[in-house]
């Protein structure tokens, strides 16, 4: 079988991007991203195993799911063995690049694409997958992604959103510090890093949503949605799409 290739839209504009979301795309990509993985300790890998999971819980064989971030394609192949149809978009064509290897011939569709302005006819997906604090990394308006992902999911279907709780700041703050020595992202701006926030010298800032500021968006969006912890190391923010 011939892999497909990777499909790159006109809803990635480079001039458009922010700093952060260049660093993504160009820095922390491909087999650098995996290195991030690689090195998480112990309970930071409980936390990435318990999240997927939770989204597995949702995913019925005859679902079509689409990844926002999908990156090098950690959870895409995960999610291979349980949809009947898996798409994974990211704005790193080198990432997206990795996933193709990494993945070999099995039936994922891979596009270069803004999670902010997907290039998707209106629902075509069963489950829209958004997690490893993806929310807060992607640097866009979040109502607008939030939009974009309920336009094209199914009616009936959901949109799973993840960030970090805030319980475990100190297992997240440690992980940052690896990846930090090993040279992935700038030096820890030590001074600057507080309040679920971690600031690199370099100008890389790590955010992530509270749960009062999930149920702030959740209500002036007029969404019907859930919010639940997950491990004491995530938190899921859970659209119903109507």
Same mark, same amino acid.
């Given at each position: 079988?011939?892999?497909?290739?990777?499909?790159?839209? =006109? @809803? &990635?504009?480079?001039?458009?991007?922010?700093?952060?979301?260049?660093? %993504? +795309?160009?820095?922390?990509?491909? !087999? $650098?991203?995996?290195?991030?993985?690689?090195?998480?300790?112990?309970?930071?890998?409980?936390?990435?195993?318990?999240?997927?999971?939770?989204?597995?819980?949702?995913?019925?064989?005859?679902?079509?799911?689409?990844?926002?971030?999908?990156?090098?394609?950690?959870?895409?192949?995960?999610?291979?063995?349980?949809? =009947? @149809? &898996?798409?994974?978009?990211?704005?790193?064509?080198?990432?997206?690049? %990795? +996933?193709?290897?990494?993945?070999? !011939? $099995?039936?994922?569709?891979?596009?270069?694409?803004?999670?902010?302005?997907?290039?998707?006819?209106?629902?075509?997906?069963?489950?829209?997958?958004?997690?490893?604090?993806?929310?807060?990394?992607?640097?866009?308006?979040?109502?607008?992604?939030?939009?974009?992902?309920?336009?094209?999911?199914?009616?009936?279907?959901?949109?799973?959103?993840?960030?970090?709780?805030?319980?475990?700041?100190?297992?997240?703050?440690?992980?940052?510090?690896?990846?930090?020595?090993?040279?992935?992202?700038?030096?820890?701006?030590?001074?600057?890093?507080?309040?679920?926030?971690?600031?690199?010298?370099?100008?890389?800032?790590?955010?992530?949503?509270?749960?009062?500021?999930?149920?702030?968006?959740?209500?002036?969006?007029?969404?019907?949605?859930?919010?639940?912890?997950?491990?004491?190391?995530?938190?899921?923010?859970?659209?119903?799409?109507?």
């Amino acid at each position: 079988m011939t892999q497909a290739p990777i499909r790159k839209t =006109h @809803s &990635v504009s480079r001039n458009s991007e922010t700093p952060v979301k260049r660093y %993504y +795309a160009d820095r922390l990509s491909a !087999e $650098r991203l995996k290195r991030c993985y690689e090195i998480a300790p112990k309970r930071v890998g409980q936390y990435l195993e318990a999240e997927i999971g939770h989204v597995m819980e949702f995913i019925e064989p005859s679902n079509c799911v689409l990844e926002l971030g999908c990156g090098y394609g950690r959870v895409l192949d995960r999610l291979l063995g349980v949809a =009947h @149809s &898996v798409t994974g978009i990211d704005v790193s064509y080198d990432s997206l690049q %990795y +996933a193709r290897k990494t993945l070999g !011939e $099995r039936g994922v569709h891979l596009t270069m694409m803004d999670a902010a302005t997907l290039g998707f006819a209106p629902s075509q997906f069963d489950v829209v997958v958004c997690i490893q604090n993806s929310l807060s990394a992607f640097k866009v308006d979040t109502p607008t992604l939030v939009r974009e992902s309920m336009r094209v999911a199914k009616r009936g279907g959901l949109c799973l959103f993840a960030t970090y709780s805030e319980r475990f700041w100190d297992h997240r703050l440690e992980w940052f510090r690896l990846q930090s020595e090993e040279g992935l992202i700038g030096e820890i701006d030590w001074d600057h890093t507080r309040e679920d926030i971690i600031r690199c010298k370099d100008g890389f800032k790590a955010t992530t949503f509270s749960r009062n500021s999930l149920v702030k968006l959740t209500k002036s969006l007029g969404l019907a949605a859930d919010i639940r912890e997950v491990d004491e190391s995530s938190l899921f923010w859970e659209i119903h799409v109507p």
